[in-house]
Each structure stands twice: as structure tokens, then as C-alpha cells.
């Protein structure tokens, strides 16, 4: 669609969806409990990185002064305040879940993390504002399928530019959040609208970096933030997602305004097409050819002294965002082909304990990734760029060559994770800073969650 001829319909589609979003059906509440538990473990497992501490230490020192809990340091601060710290431990480890395409033109990558920028607000203003727990998941679903619209129908050039969606579109997300669960009216959610427009940022430059979670901690407190100011009478364009110079022109580039207006919840997308649930937490265009690798290396009982070299053929939609061939610290790890199928070829894993600056510049590591190699494959990429598709060859010392085609990975719809597999991943986040018991606690009370008459016994057990 040409960007002048938009009207303002998204703007205003957003706006009632937020004003009527109310109780949305039992699959769809189910599975925003399954997110919100995979989204507690990432953040909780995310707090204890040197990002997430710094920010902690700054909001600490700023003497930010609420009621809302950063996430296991114990700490009290402004909705916005525990937004940014709790949102950015939530992307820290890029562990936490992707909005999946629903049609070839949308790149998988393209699109956000949902989770993170709607739980870290819809948890930071519950707590301060006492709702029932049903009343916030209510706000974390209205949070997460607003920023799943708005992704979906943004022009790709937005990402492909060189924006970062879970930065830019999940700050809207966080507002919606923010809005239902401070209940502002019409004209109060157009202005926490237009100041999200303003606020939203973010760049794929800096992927690798500590700036990269910060996007997801940023757009929580965006998020909060204009809402809050809404609320106090500050005022913003009132149709700013749309015309010449709103959001979706200026950032955006445009918009497909048939996959937002009266889609809002027709279907929700946490159901269809969903979301999926990483088992790395690494970059999610890497995990199927990383799946692919470990199905290998298990089928055939391979171990490394086997292997003389990996040969991973894809488009330029996987290789380029996992640009770095000699990752050199655990963050530029998370966007390295060569380091997660070494870590698989090595260990048969790839998790919170391997992604480390030590691990990544250990001597067999090195050697590992010496025999890992990335091939720009044509045909690979003409079949498109909705799936993350590549095929990983797998050549071992006497010559013979085992192939797979790679296109999904576990924990998407396709291939569903079971509850004891999500379980087993929280777990093993959390258990980085809480022991069992505790850990027990956590998963019974957010599955609990709808019937709770506050959030606050949740956020007193993290």
C-alpha cells in the first residue's frame, strides 16, 4: 500500500482493541501462561548477566522511587524503571521466544520477540497498580497481539533496513499492556500511542553487544512510560501510527493495513501461527540447522574425532544477521553459526553454560569452529525466506557425507515442546539464582496466575 493513501484505521483499530480486549478464549489465556512461564525463566535466568546487573546498579543509583520488583535483585523502582531492567535480563541471553511469519513476503527474523517487551510491563505496572491476576494476563495477551499485528504488518524494509523490531514495534506492545492495566480511556491510549512513536528504537548494528537486550528492556519502559504520561494529560498526535509522518511511514516504510485492521484477535497470534519457544539461547535463525546437526551427530552416534568438516548451505536471510565467523565473547557467540554447531559437535549441546566469553575462546572450542564452514546457497535461498531453511552436510573422516534439511526447529508449532520439556528449560534458567523449592513455587503460582487476587505473591517469589 502506498504510505500517502493511508488512512488513520490502525491507529484507531489498536485503540479499540485495546478498550475491548476482555477474556479472551481459554486456548488463548492457556497458552499466554505457557509464554509468561518461559518469559519469567529468561528473565530470571538474563539478571544474572553483566547488562542486566549494570542496569540494575544505574537504576539503583538514580534512586528510582515505586513499587514495582527488579526481577531477583530485590530491589523496588518505577513500573518504567523495573521494565527496563527486568525487559532487558529477559533478552540478555536471547533465550526468549519468536513471532513466526505467516505468509513467504515476512522474513522469519523480521519479526519480534513478543514476550519479553509486554511481560516486563504488564508485570512492573500490575504490581504497582494491584490487579487481579487475571486482569494482567489480559494485559500480557492485549501486549503481545498488538505488537504481533503491528509486526506483521509493517513493510519488512523496516527490519530489513536495519531496525530492530523487538526494540521499535514491542515498545507498542508494552504500551498496550500499559494502557489496558491503567485503563485509560480512547483519547488518553492515542496519546500513549504517538509518544510510543517517538520513543521506539533500536538498530540490528547492535547485535553482539549489550545494547541489543537493552532494545527489549528499552521497549518495556517506552512502553510504560507513555502510558504513564498519557494518563497524566500528555498529550501526542492522535492518529501517529499512520498519515505521511507517522510510525508506519517513517519507520516503517509503509504497511499492509489488511494484516491489522480487524485482525486484532481474529485469530490471536500467540495461537496461530504462534510463537516459538527457543531451546538455544541464541540467535533463532541458527536453531534449525543447529537441531539438524545435533539429530546427526545422535542418529549416527558420531563424537568429534569423526567429523572432518560441517558445511552449512544458506541464504543470505541466515547469514548475514549471524555474521560473525570467529565470535570472540559469549554475546557475539549468540549470532554465530560457527559457535553453535561447534558447541553441538563438541558437546551435543548448546546452552546457558556454553554461550560464556571462556567457553567461547577455549582451545577446542577454537579448533571446533575451524572445522565449521557457511556456504551463500542460491537455490537455498530461492526457495524464500519465511522458514529458516538451510541444509547442513556433515562430512566425516573416511569421505562419507551425511546430509539434513533444515526448516523448523523444536519448541515451534510444527515441532511443540511438551510441559515437561518447558518445564525442564525453566529450570534450568532459574536454577541459575533460585534453588528447587523455590523454583517449585514460581511455576505453581504463575500457572495459577488467572485465579490469584494480585500479582504480588508472584513478584515477591522472584
Keep these: 500500500m502506498n504510505v500517502l493513501e493511508m488512512s488513520s484505521t490502525i491507529t484507531m483499530e489498536i485503540v479499540d482493541y485495546i478498550l475491548m480486549a476482555d477474556s479472551p478464549p481459554v486456548e488463548v489465556r492457556q497458552k499466554a501462561v505457557e509464554h509468561i512461564i518461559d518469559g519469567v525463566g529468561v528473565i530470571l535466568a ?16 538514580k534512586g528510582s522511587l515505586g513499587s514495582s520488583t527488579l526481577l531477583r535483585f530485590g530491589l ?7 521494565a527496563l531492567v527486568n525487559g532487558t535480563s529477559g533478552h540478555a541471553d536471547d533465550y526468549d521466544d519468536t513471532q513466526l511469519s505467516t505468509s513467504p513476503d515476512r522474513i522469519y527474523g523480521l519479526l519480534t520477540h513478543p514476550t519479553v517487551p509486554a511481560l516486563a510491563a504488564a508485570l512492573a505496572v500490575a504490581e ?78 547492535n547485535f553482539g553487544t549489550m545494547t541489543k537486550p537493552l532494545h527489549a528492556g528499552m521497549a518495556a519502559s517506552n512502553g510504560v512510560g507513555a502510558a504513564t ?6 498529550t501526542a498526535d492522535r492518529n501517529a501510527l499512520d498519515g505521511r509522518w507517522g510510525f508506519m511511514s517513517i519507520l516503517g516504510h509503509g504497511a499492509d493495513t489488511e494484516r491489522i485492521v480487524g485482525k486484532l484477535g481474529r485469530p490471536y497470534s500467540i495461537v496461530e501461527p504462534g510463537a516459538s519457544i527457543k531451546m538455544y539461547p541464541c540467535g533463532s535463525l541458527g536453531q534449525p540447522s543447529m537441531d539438524a546437526l545435533l539429530e546427526i551427530m545422535l542418529n549416527e552416534d558420531l563424537r568429534p574425532r569423526d567429523v572432518r568438516e560441517v558445511r552449512v548451505r544458506a541464504g543470505p536471510n541466515i547469514l548475514e544477521p549471524l555474521r560473525y565467523q570467529r565470535p570472540v565473547s559469549g554475546l557475539e557467540a549468540k549470532f554465530s553459526l560457527n559457535f553453535g554447531l561447534a558447541s553441538i559437535l563438541l558437546w551435543r549441546r548448546a546452552g546457558l553454560h556454553e554461550y560464556t566469553t571462556e567457553v567461547v575462546n577455549s582451545p577446542e572450542v577454537v579448533e571446533a569452529m575451524g572445522k565449521i564452514k557457511t556456504v551463500l546457497d542460491s537455490e ?30 523444536r519448541g515451534t508449532p510444527e515441532k511443540p515442546i511438551s510441559k515437561e520439556e518447558l518445564d525442564e528449560k525453566f529450570r534450568d534458567c532459574v536454577s541459575l539464582v533460585f534453588e528447587e523449592e523455590r523454583i517449585r513455587r514460581i511455576l505453581e503460582t504463575i500457572r495459577g496466575i488467572e485465579g490469584a487476587s494480585g500479582v504480588g505473591e508472584l513478584t515477591a517469589l522472584l
Design 46 to 61: 538474563g539478571s544474572r548477566t553483566g547488562c542486566a546487573q549494570k542496569l540494575a546498579d544505574f537504576v539503583r543509583v
Design 76 to 82: 523496588k523502582a518505577h513500573p518504567s524503571d523495573a
Design 128 to 205: 504497582d497498580v494491584k490487579c487481579s491476576g487475571a486482569k494482567f494476563l489480559d494485559a500480557f495477551i492485549a501486549g503481545f497481539e498488538v505488537e504481533c499485528k503491528i509486526a506483521e504488518a509493517v513493510n519488512p524494509e523496516h527490519y530489513m533496513r536495519g531496525f530492530h523490531t523487538t526494540g521499535t514495534v514491542g515498545a507498542f506492545g508494552a504500551c498496550a499492556a500499559s494502557c489496558k492495566l491503567l485503563k485509560l480511556d480512547e483519547e488518553s491510549i492515542r496519546h500513549a500511542l504517538g509518544i510510543t512513536a517517538s520513543l521506539s528504537s533500536g538498530i540490528r548494528a
Design 229 to 234: 504520561l498519557a494518563e497524566r494529560g500528555f
Design 380 to 409: 537455498v535461498a530461492d526457495m524464500g525466506t519465511d522458514k529458516m531453511r538451510s541444509i547442513v552436510e556433515v562430512e566425516l573422516q573416511d569421505g562419507k557425507i551425511l546430509s539434513r534439511f533444515a526448516d523448523t526447529a
